[in-house]
């Protein structure tokens, strides 16, 4: 018997059992769908991640407050404390002292109601410089930015974003409009661009005041002075490690620390950000991919199963066979090929499934789905080689059977 009259034996046997053969494909089709699935969830939240992190601006350093151990702990209030201040960002702004760094932003950033007339919105209030809008890479879709003379006036003015424009606006041009925060009336001079959300904020639902105006106005307190987080950017992709070493040992310096292992700031770089990220997002795709990966084991017991029957019930045809001169190679290919068309079938099945998971979950849960033509294809061979390895067994009972005892079987 040559392969094409092996092939078309094996396939009319499987489709002489179609409810058999299809619930014995169920787990490999479903253990299939489930990988795709749990890898297109890993691609698409790493460029998700990256597309956010890339959002934050460009060749730029964050500075944040406290730092942590090399023992996984905490010192100086990691992320919350107030040992970064106005002071700081205005150094580290020298081109005498840092002349590796083109721009920074520091921030100050507190939650508070907006009023316009009856409509209310809370939103976060950022106090911070012109720099901003460089530091950020951000844009305006109207009006103009927050300028050192709002600063030094401490200007009651604001730049808003897409969102806050429409809570507060409606579709009313929000530039030349009012609103007022903590009894003090802001007038809105600029709409930023939308620019969607990172992986806390939603960027576009935001007012920017400049920062002395938050310190002094909106804050006040012992605290006004301190900035939530400095934004540097470095004059150039290739001068960004020397603003590194440049903002590191200015703050050491401002803070009168000797030894940047009891530095009381953390400097973070987007790519160390994005490093980060991916590989958290890796360790989850991999650990959530074996779970998924047991689905296939149990497919594949199940096609062993299921071919273990069919010997038994073909006991007397292999007899017959053997008996009118099919060598035991012919036996073993005729059920393996059966098996390897059962994994081919519930492979290709379980990739369409897998597909059009990826097409429809978007739409219910907030995240995107990136199928991978490379984890398609190596799960439609995973399946086939599943099909394989566990018709073995089988295919080998069925080639050792003695002719005459599988004549005289039941």
């Known amino acids: 018997m040559n392969l094409l009259e092996t092939l078309r034996t094996g396939w009319a046997s499987i489709v002489s059992h179609r409810l058999r053969s299809g ?4 787990g490999i089709l479903i253990g299939i769908a489930a990988v795709i699935l749990t890898a297109g969830l890993g691609l698409g939240s790493q460029q998700q991640v990256g597309a956010q992190i890339s959002a934050l601006g460009s060749n730029l350093l964050i500075v944040s407050p406290g730092s942590t151990t090399s023992t996984a702990g905490i010192r100086g209030g990691f992320g919350s404390a107030s040992t970064l201040t106005t002071a700081d960002a205005a150094a580290l702004a020298s081109k005498v002292a840092a002349p590796d760094i083109g721009a920074v932003a520091g921030v100050k950033t507190t939650s508070l109601s907006l009023t316009n007339g009856s409509t209310n919105w809370t939103t976060s209030v950022v106090g911070t410089s012109e720099s901003w809008l460089t530091v950020r ?8 930015f927050i300028t050192a003379a709002d600063n030094a006036d401490q200007a009651p003015v604001a730049v808003i974003g897409s969102s806050t424009a429409t809570q507060l606006y409606g579709s009313t041009d929000a530039v030349g409009q009012t609103f007022t925060a903590n009894g003090i009336e802001f007038t809105v001079v600029g709409v930023l661009a939308t620019a969607g959300s990172d992986s806390t904020t939603n960027l576009d639902d935001q007012a920017i005041v400049p920062i002395s105006t938050e310190a002094n106005r909106l804050v006040g307190g012992t605290s006004k002075n301190s900035v939530s987080t400095i934004y540097i950017q470095a004059a150039s992709a290739g001068q960004l490690s020397a603003a590194d070493q440049e903002a590191t ?11 940047s292992s009891s530095a009381d700031f953390t400097i973070s770089s987007q790519e160390a950000l994005l490093s980060t990220a991916t590989s958290v997002s890796k360790t989850l795709t991999v650990l959530l991919t074996g779970i998924a990966a047991l689905s296939l084991l149990v497919g594949g017991i199940g096609v062993m199963n299921i071919m273990l029957v069919s010997v038994s019930e073909r006991t007397r ?3 017959l066979r053997k008996a009118l001169g099919a060598p035991p190679g012919a036996i073993r290919r005729q059920f393996l090929v059966e098996a390897t068309i059962l994994g081919l079938a519930g492979g290709l099945l379980g990739a ?15 995240t995107v789905l990136v199928v991978s033509p490379l984890a398609v294809g190596g799960s439609i061979a995973i399946a086939v080689a599943i099909g394989v390895i566990f018709g073995v067994y089988p295919a080998a009972r069925a080639a050792r059977l003695a002719p005459i005892d599988a004549l005289r079987s039941e």
Do not use: C, D, W, Y
């Open 249 to 259: 040992s200015l703050l050491l310096q401002l803070h009168n620390i000797s030894a």
């Open 137 to 144: 890479s951000r844009t305006l879709a109207g009006g103009r």
């Open 23 to 26: 619930l014995t494909m169920l």
């Open 317 to 319: 045809e292999i007899g």
């Open 352 to 366: 369409a499934l897998g597909i059009a998971g990826a097409k429809v979950l978007p739409h219910f849960i907030s």
